[in-house]
């Protein structure tokens, strides 16, 4: 017999707004549960992610946003569990995220914690001593549910308690989605992202340029965004250059450029925007920025192009001067991981 009246169960779901995550709170939620939905906005992300607010909305749960910060960076740089096959800091992440949760479940007098985690689905974090590590380690032993794995799992206190009916649980484990998909069409969950959407840290590429921003001088975690996008160089510790390899690009590391960036472009042309991240540069610093430029535009094989500059805080105020061409070992010598 449940020691709680049913109505009053309240959880908290931390969810990514992936498919996993949508079935534990669609199950959750499916047993009279009042949840809520705790969203972390990853340092690159620039706003929550859609299949969140529809979740939300979906299940009429309230959505908890969550910034990572300078804080989670951190974290990123010196994890106590390591790292998985790229940069992903898997266990210290989630234990930061589970700790988070943990608070807001004091705050709101919930009764558990859920999550969208399906047991051997990752190598690093969800193998079944891992699990236990995690709830262990963010004092959440006994208070956080796996829904897809849960009767694979020890029996968590609110289903001891009668606050959850373990047998509408789930038994699934692995890497396939298989299951996810079957429920999914059970629950009536259409419209849900494809794995490829998932966390930018697992991805070799990304986790390179994570790891050279990281290492040397950087303005704070906003400047993770652009690691996403176009052809990145490292001139000295203090000086990056990244330029868009097609129009896409350009427009979004312009719309994302720090105050503080500098803009350079050849003059009416559509080549490579650079963006140019640094304090205060020298001459010798937009000399290779304007050989970059030159490198990647069709003025390649030109004696020399007029570039032009501005700093993004002041786009009225050009300045103009002309780049010639870098050697192909220096320029492959400054490259972080482009394509
Ligand atoms: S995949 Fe990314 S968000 Fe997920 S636990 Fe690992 S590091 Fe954290």
Redesign the pocket.
Known sequence: MSLKDKNKVKAIGVV?GGLDSMLAATLIKGQGVEVYLLN?I?PWQKQVSKSVINLAANLEAKLILYQLDDIYIEL?KNPKYGY?SAF????D??MF?FKAARKYLKEIEADFVFTGEVLAQ?P??QMRDKLALISKECDLEGRLLRPLSALLLEPTIPENEGLIDRSQLMNISGRSRKEQIKLAQKLGITDYPQPAG?????DKVFGERTKDLLSNKYNGFKDMISLQWGRHFRINENFKAILGRKESENNLLVENADPNDYIICIENDRGPTLILKGETPNEEIFKICGGLIKHFSKSKTLDSVRVQYFKASFPKELFYFNAISLGEDYIDSMNVCSS
């Open positions: 990514s972390f990853m990123i998985g992903n800091p898997c266990i992440c989630n995220m990752r690093m974090s998932g966390c930018l840290l697992t």
